[in-house]
């Protein structure tokens, strides 16, 4: 069976867009996402090495992915500490849709023949937590949640953040790749592209959601694992999302819209409204002084160079100068 969008009444969401949809057969809903420029101006902003920008950009594409979820305005973000060769990662969502990143690694550490070299997502955050944030302005409680990295992929942490904080079963898959071209009589160019899609498992009745047990680690002798028998909708949706590969997610020519009719159209997927994502940061110049009258008058004058005091914002790169005695 051909795809032809104009039949769903939409248009192409096309690049750094967020594609709602869901799919009535298998009562789960979810989000799709490509990005494309905008992911590049974040990672080449920063010039990082090809694995840390890989996994900002797998970090990126989550945040995108989850934050456009929020029905009010507000923030969401994505952070992690750990002890790996890329000890933290910060993704800011502002709603309705801008995103800001930054990712801090040991550069040690990226040098030819380094740990960093070649290791897989995992292998880079190491161990620590990844918390998830969500804010929603002045007078509101903010809610955050924490989830190990004990060795796993962002993948697995979004299953387990739904499968604790929320109790919906959620399945995840993340792809970020780089794209080579060559124009007759210029030297190759290179850039980023990313893609994900998200489904959730949300049927009328509450009872169909159960899920096993976290495993609990080391158990003792004898012990029998929680299991369960999972419903047969929802097995069905997990193994559609499965056969989902890296380069379908990340090839231009795979729309999201094309991606979800392949997995879904035989149960009856319905699209959304695509919500447009953008490289925005939240730094002024207003606020990076207002920084700067926080710390003591001693502090400032230890930041003082040749008259000036200069403030580089870590997201966006945006350098800020002040006079001395104008702070």
Request: glycine share 8%; with cysteine; charged share 25%.
């Amino acid at each position: 069976m051909a795809f032809d969008i104009e039949a769903y009444g939409l248009k192409a969401a096309g690049p750094d867009a967020v594609r709602p949809f869901t799919v009535d057969g298998l009562d789960v809903r979810g989000r799709a996402v490509a990005l494309g420029p905008m992911l590049n101006q974040i990672l080449d902003r920063h010039a990082y090495p090809a694995p840390v920008a890989r996994l900002l950009g797998e970090a990126i594409v989550l945040t995108a992915l989850l934050g456009t979820a929020l029905k009010f305005d507000g923030r969401f973000t994505v952070q992690t500490q750990s002890d790996g060769p890329v000890n933290m990662l910060v993704v800011d969502f502002t709603a309705p849709g801008s995103i800001r990143a930054y990712a801090r690694y040991d550069e040690q550490a990226f040098r030819p023949g380094g740990p960093g070299e070649g290791a897989d997502p995992a292998t880079l955050l190491g161990r620590g937590h990844l918390a998830m944030t969500i804010d929603q302005g002045k007078h509101m409680q903010r809610y955050q949640g924490l989830v190990e990295l004990d060795g796993i992929s962002l993948e697995e942490v979004a299953r387990r953040y739904f499968a604790r904080s929320e109790q919906i079963p959620t399945e995840v898959r993340l792809g970020v790749g780089r794209l080579f071209t060559r124009r007759d009589g210029q030297s190759p160019s290179e850039t980023w592209t990313a893609g994900g899609i998200l489904v959730q498992f949300l049927p009328e009745a509450p009872e169909r959601m159960r899920q096993a047990d976290l495993h609990p680690g080391n158990m003792p002798e004898g012990t029998q694992a929680h299991t369960i028998d999972e419903d047969d909708a929802w097995m069905e949706a997990k193994s559609l999302v499965g056969t989902v590969r890296d380069d379908e997610l990340t090839d231009p020519e795979i729309t999201v819209e094309r991606l979800l009719f392949r997995l879904f159209h035989e149960r009856g997927v319905r699209m959304f409204d695509a919500q447009p994502i953008l490289d925005r940061c939240r730094c002024s110049r207003e606020k990076i002084e207002a920084v700067l009258e926080n710390f003591s008058a001693e502090e400032r004058t230890d930041m003082v160079q040749d008259g000036r005091i200069i403030v580089t914002c870590e997201f966006c790169s945006t350098r800020y100068e002040f006079k001395a005695e104008a702070v």
